[in-house]
């Protein structure tokens, strides 16, 4: 092998131990589904839909939408479900 590409060779396993490695916080996106309560003026995840107490005055819409309406989290589970992960940083890119 010539010297440049063993050189490119530890580059790049170099890069890829430590993109497994180095962790950085995932939060969710703007564009996460929600479902908002126009009466109660709240957010819930759809994973926390079924035990929440909400009214019949329902919108599926965007996590960006409800923060702009200035709607709080329904519930802890609502929280839970939006909380940063940590992931490895390569996996977060996925």
């Given at each position: 092998m010539k010297k440049g590409t063993i050189i490119w060779l530890v580059v790049a396993i170099a890069l890829i131990i430590f993109g497994f490695t180095i962790e950085v916080t995932v939060t969710p996106s703007d564009e996460t589904r929600v479902i908002i309560d126009h009466t109660q003026k709240v957010y819930s995840a759809p994973a926390c839909y079924?035990?929440?107490?909400?009214?019949?005055?329902?919108?599926?819409?965007?996590?960006?939408?409800?923060?702009?309406?200035?709607?709080?989290?329904?519930?802890?589970?609502?929280?839970?479900?939006?909380?940063?992960?940590?992931?490895?940083?390569?996996?977060?890119?996925?």
């Open positions: 079924d035990q929440a107490e909400l009214t019949n005055n329902l919108e599926e819409t965007t996590l960006g939408h409800a923060k702009d309406l200035e709607y709080v989290s329904e519930s802890n589970c609502t929280e839970k479900e939006f909380s940063g992960e940590k992931k490895p940083f390569l996996l977060s890119l996925f």
